[in-house]
């Protein structure tokens, strides 16, 4: 594209680098903002500058947090005893938006994946063993993705975790809820019927 | 959205005003951010910053310009007498693209739209009608959006320009090239009938 202005070409540079965002969205992006008022570009920018310079991440469990150690971690009401094993923020937002657990979190920061170049060590795993080493907890959860880096991850994870006596399980894959068997996937749907569960507790949601 | 940092929530919140963003895609784009390196992100939000604050826009033409004439406007290969009248810098680099046209431009900075409350005050319609009043233009080109207020803007500055004498010409409108006739809409198709051109023009691209 030929920019009539370098101030523009840059802006629409820096959109275009964010995932998803081409050339044509980012101009469409940088043109809108050029359409408002200068004090809420400056807050625009100042706010994801403000972000990448002031964040914090919790010590124990290292989500996003404003403080040195997140709300969930210092909650006494939240059972230490159990630890959630997720990916990255979101999964922590969409688990407490069901409000069906009640344990707390550890975010790795990512999945292993080779060909990503991710290995375990740019992940938050020692910090994981070192965690479990002095904590009081019984139980992990995975709540991975079920993808083939999720697996991996998980088989990892189980490995440099078999040194304590933990339990450890993984969320439960099958059917979604309002699913209709006949588009479900042949690997999901063959799970589903060898890791049936009793009917009583499928009523118990 | 429960978020686990004011942070993240007011960077979100902004990211979440842009055209087509909405909260998911926000976060997803916040979180690419947070991983980048702070240099990285700095350099991001001081291009929008400067480009808000820096940006210039050309005194004939109102495009954006680095300089106070733009290089279209300032350049003597350009046919000065033939203007462009246009909605936004993205139609003018449209336009550019094509290298078919050597004339000069006047960019509106949008169209006459009562739904968003956007009128003729709103545009640089008085600029365009100043600078005819002392040009050497002798033909004006609407190269603007054949939708409703593409339509309202032209009839609109039918009138206003008028008072100068003037060839007034909209850019054709018809079946685009690679365009198959069974899937061309009723009014496109009739209207490029009734518009038709002797075959031999229709060669020379």
Known sequence: MNFSSKLLENAVAEFAKLPGVGQKTALRLVLHLLKQDKAEVEQFSHAVSKLRNEIQFCKTCYNISDQAVCEICASHKRDQSLVCIVEDTRDVMAIENTNQYNGVYHVLGGLISPMDGVGPADLEVDSLVE???????????????????????????????????LKLSTIARGIAFGGELEYVDEITLGRSITTRVPYENSLSR
Chains 1, 2 share one sequence.
């Open 131 to 165: 965690r479990l080493k002095e904590s009081e907890a019984k139980e992990i959860i995975f709540a991975l993705s079920a993808t083939m880096e999720g697996d991996t991850t998980i088989f990892y994870l189980d490995k440099r975790l078999k040194q304590f006596n």
